[in-house]
């Protein structure tokens, strides 16, 4: 026992790049990946790291007026992990419609459905007798050969479910539209730090899937207009050759293009005139694929450049009820927000060929749609949009477990939702919204769940701590680190996890590592403050002492975040002093700071100023003299 104890600290003392003072609690399955060379302790994936992956050939018909999907796929599943597979975990979300299904959140009847009607299911040709009657939203399928090492199977599925009346993330819109996501059975993730992902969805917490190859196609009754991820390959088959021309010229232009008006749509002007259409969608190397679909909806489309090395454009395209009037602006917005993310903030091109912004009530992100509600307050509309697209850097480029840790892509999407907000309407204007819509609850609600540490995971926390947890203490921590390190070497260092990453499965310790080797520093003490304690935000002036020459100020930071914040000195004669101190005070002492200040003049008054780091008792922030 002692050995192998041993061999652990030594693998973590050796490969570590900065021989940490504070370690991070490292979860004991977590430990045995790094001991396997699955993942590296100086952040990046390991020499051993592995991830599986589906070629995914998906035909879905949608009859609008029984609301059922139907479909049929071949999935051509790789084992590239080291283990021999015994069974496969299949996973459909959707059977979270089920009544017995176990849920996060109250619903109505009208969100009920039977679920998933799985119609036969082959593996390597061979059938299996498959009842899904009792299915939760993940399920084990025993199989009949075991899958090896190195080795793929091909499943063949055909299934059907009905959509449920009252939408969520998914489902009926409105009498002719549909949102139609999570719509086939799909392999669950196996990992090297996890093994089978069997963890059940509840509607509360997000997703985890693998990087996959995908075929979409959708076969709806004419008169239909289908939005989806990924490429359509054949628009002068589906659309009538006026409307097919002003799509393809819109992947061209900067203008907004009207592709299909309500005048259009309603005089059968915009699909071909077949009884059914398949529409026929590619997407690669991708997390997952959904579409929409509606008789009824405009349809605005446009492109920007988003790589202007090789001046690649993307298409951005929208589909609403022609009444919300915050989607005219839709497909500018989108071409606002994808030059912003490209160039400023992440400041990686945007990754995929396209973005289509749909009008539904979920404000929800899939990869190259997102599907917001619609209200009358246009900067608040914006937001959403914004903030939804923003997550196809977390978790759609960088392929994180959103179920378990759902701070890794809700916190970095809250974080650039603000960076753009600055540029959109200004500081002081997105410093009002981040308060008021992301820190202002959190911060004034003393129980317990809210100061749970972030590391916690998003299965075992709800409520209050789920959201704040997700959100507004994960993007402080962000926003405290750009601070600690300058804009510059955060950019580089959050660059550096990116490139690492991408494609890839990252967990909070290969950020925590990838941005101690990025930017040339350990940020132990930072990671452990932020994401592994009960912190809270509350710095107070202890003591405003003057001896001979100097004020001494003392600041307790009672709360313990390891915040930034401003020193306000006003003195007598009128004269005021800002003096800005990074996170980096609290490194080696995050109880007490004491600050010397020169006596030559007299100071009026003391004020500790977090700015969006809201303080809990902000009363004992100033000092008078
Ligand atoms: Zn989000």
């Known amino acids: 026992m002692k050995k192998v104890l041993l061999s652990v600290s030594g693998v973590f003392f050796l490969g570590i790049t900065f021989l940490s ?75 979270v419609h089920k009544p017995e299904a176990p849920r996060g959140n109250y619903t109505s009847d009208n969100f009920f459905t039977t679920g998933l009607d799985i119609k036969s299911f082959s593996v390597n040709n061979e059938q299996y007798d498959i009842d899904s009657k009792n299915w939760g939203t993940v399920e084990a399928v025993r199989l009949k050969q075991p899958l090896l090492p190195n080795s793929s199977a091909e499943l063949n599925i055909s299934w059907s479910y009905r959509l449920s009346k009252q939408d969520g993330r998914e489902g009926q819109i409105d009498s002719s539209t549909f949102y139609v996501a999570y719509s086939y059975p799909r392999v669950s993730v196996y990992d090297d730090y996890n093994g089978w992902d069997f963890l059940p969805h509840t509607g509360r917490q997000e997703f985890y899937n693998d990087f996959n190859d995908y075929t979409l196609n959708v076969k709806v009754p004419e008169n239909y207009v289908v939005w989806a991820t990924g490429d359509l390959l054949n628009p002068d088959e589906v659309l009538q050759p006026a409307v097919a021309k002003r799509l393809k010229d819109s992947y061209q232009s900067d203008d907004v293009i009207h592709i299909a008006d309500f005048k259009e749509m309603q005089d059968h002007k915009v699909t071909a005139q077949n009884e059914w259409n398949n529409w ?97 307050n246009l900067k608040f509309a914006q937001m959403v949009q914004d903030h939804e697209i923003a997550h196809t850097y977390f978790p759609f480029y960088m392929g994180t477990n959103e179920t378990r840790y759902a701070f890794m892509d809700e916190g970095w999407a809250t974080t650039f939702e603000y960076l753009i907000g600055q540029e959109e309407n200004g500081k002081a204007h997105a410093d009002s919204v981040y308060k008021m819509f992301r820190i202002n609850r959190y911060i004034h609600d003393p129980s317990a769940e809210e100061d749970q540490p972030i590391i916690s995971m998003s299965t075992q926390v709800s409520g209050a701590g789920y959201g704040n947890n997700s959100y507004g203490k994960a993007s402080l921590s962000y926003l405290a680190l750009k601070d600690l390190l300058g804009d510059s070497l955060f950019r580089k260092a959050l660059h550096h996890y990116m490139d690492a990453w991408h494609g890839k499965h990252p967990i909070p310790w290969d950020y925590f590592y990838s941005m101690n080797t990025g930017s040339g520093q350990d940020l132990n003490w930072f990671f452990h403050n932020w994401f592994f304690t009960n912190n809270y935000i509350d710095l107070k002036i202890d003591t405003v002492t003057k001896e001979k020459d100097f004020y001494t100020i003392s600041i307790k930071n009672v709360g313990g975040f390891a915040i930034p914040f401003d020193v306000k000195i006003e003195y007598v004669d009128g004269q005021k002093v800002i003096m800005h101190q990074t996170p980096a005070i609290w490194k080696n002492n995050q109880q007490q700071q004491f600050f010397k200040i020169s006596a030559k003049k007299i100071i009026k008054s003391v004020q500790l100023d977090g700015g969006i780091f809201m303080d809990y008792t902000p009363a004992d922030n100033t000092w008078k003299e």
């Open 21 to 95: 003072a504070q370690q991070l609690y490292t979860p004991r399955n977590i430990m045995k990946a790094y001991e396997n060379g699955t993942r590296s302790l100086d952040g990046s994936p390991g020499e051993k790291y592995w991830q599986n992956e589906g070629k995914y050939d998906i035909q879905e018909t949608v009859t609008p007026e029984t609301a059922t999907v139907s479909g049929v796929e071949k999935i051509v599943y790789t084992n590239n992990s080291p283990d021999t597979l015994k069974v496969l975990a299949i996973r459909f979300v959707n059977n």
């Open 280 to 376: 026929k969608f590619s997407a690669s190397h991708i997390t997952d694929v959904c579409y929409a679909i509606s008789k009824n909806y405009v349809w605005d489309a446009s492109s920007v450049v988003v790589d202007s090395k090789n001046n690649r454009r993307t298409s951005v395209q929208a589909a609403y009820n022609e009444t919300a009037q915050d989607f005219h602006s839709s497909v500018k917005w989108s071409q606002n927000a994808l030059k912003y993310f490209s160039t400023k903030w992440p400041g990686v091109s945007y990754p995929f060929p396209k973005m289509t912004a749909f009008q539904g009530h979920a404000d929800m992100e899939y990869p190259m749609m997102v599907n917001d509600g619609t209200t009358s």
